[in-house]
């Protein structure tokens, strides 16, 4: 589907980033993070920011949600300016914020309760969007009771109950294993498709990222900077199969050979006695 089909199925969600730039810590320790950063995400669509650790991809998924602030440049979500948090975006981290106290189907129920929903309404909300994540049996578990996976479906569904036109993902699944990994990265595909939202996911794994988005932005180690944004030639639904394919291969070995390109001299000795070289760059 293009992005023009794309944007004409859902109401909202586009992003507009305009020379952006962000700064964090304060006085002699503050450090640029992103650097003129520009970029367009249509409505609806599966966007990955790939980059190297401390690129700052995290940084501008935390301005998307409207908690850090930027310090150059322009942010709209929907032509509105990103000034702070808003329950229209919606972030799940790497590890999950379940209240401990609270039941599989609560933890659901809690953003509904916040917005005055009645009782027997959110109730039936959270169990709708636990049926979605394939938990309907796991309702009255708590979090302690849950496998990893099990928790992250409980997180993604406690953000999508909300109904927000972004979907914001900060390597949601990177502490799970690869199996339980994939079969995440295949339910969140198959969630996105029933519930419309645009989803800006965050990752350093090239795979998880050719996988799953549409296009992906390729960030440059700090400060973090576009490198180039390519565009997933892959049709959905996408089979795991088309992972072992020649064209999935060599769009990998392009990312590596772009995120390689941003490491210093240091951070290539640093890696040498895993058998990568200077050479290696070229």
């Given at each position: ?113 916040m917005r005055g929903i009645r009782k027997a309404e959110r109730r039936r909300l959270a169990s709708e969007m636990l049926e979605l994540v394939g938990l309907s049996d796991f309702a009255h578990r ?94 959905r639904p996408r089979p795991t199969e088309i992972m072992a394919s020649q064209e999935f291969g060599k769009l990998k070995a392009h990312c590596l050979s772009l995120l390689r390109s941003t490491l ?19």
């Amino acid at each position: 589907m293009s992005r023009r089909e794309l944007s004409a199925r859902h109401k909202g969600g586009r992003i507009d980033a305009e020379h952006v730039s962000i700064r964090l810590g304060s006085g002699a320790d503050a450090f640029e993070a992103v650097q003129d950063v520009s970029f367009t995400i249509e409505p609806g669509e599966f966007v990955c920011i790939l980059g190297p650790s401390g690129c700052g991809k995290s940084t501008l998924l935390g301005a998307l949600a409207g908690h850090i602030k930027i310090a150059k440049g322009s942010l709209h979500v929907d032509s509105e300016n990103v000034g702070g948090p808003h329950p229209d975006r919606g972030i799940v981290f790497q590890h999950h914020t379940l209240f401990p106290w609270k039941s599989a189907r609560d933890n659901v129920a809690f953003g509904p309760k916040m917005r005055g929903i009645r009782k027997a309404e959110r109730r039936r909300l959270a169990s709708e969007m636990l049926e979605l994540v394939g938990l309907s049996d796991f309702a009255h578990r708590y979090p302690k009771q849950l496998s990893g996976g099990m928790q992250q479906r409980v997180e993604i569904a406690r953000v999508l109950v909300n109904r927000p036109r972004l979907l914001l993902m900060d390597e949601p699944f990177g502490a799970l294993d690869a199996l339980t990994r994939l079969m995440m990265q295949e339910l969140l595909l198959a969630i996105w498709q029933r519930v419309p939202t645009t989803i800006v996911f965050v990752t350093h794994d090239i795979d998880e990222a050719l996988f799953l988005a549409d296009r992906i932005i390729v960030m440059s180690s700090r400060p973090g900077r576009i490198l180039e944004v390519i565009e997933v030639p892959f049709a959905r639904p996408r089979p795991t199969e088309i992972m072992a394919s020649q064209e999935f291969g060599k769009l990998k070995a392009h990312c590596l050979s772009l995120l390689r390109s941003t490491l210093d001299g240091n951070a290539l000795q640093r890696l040498s006695p895993l058998g990568i070289t200077a050479d290696a760059r070229n």
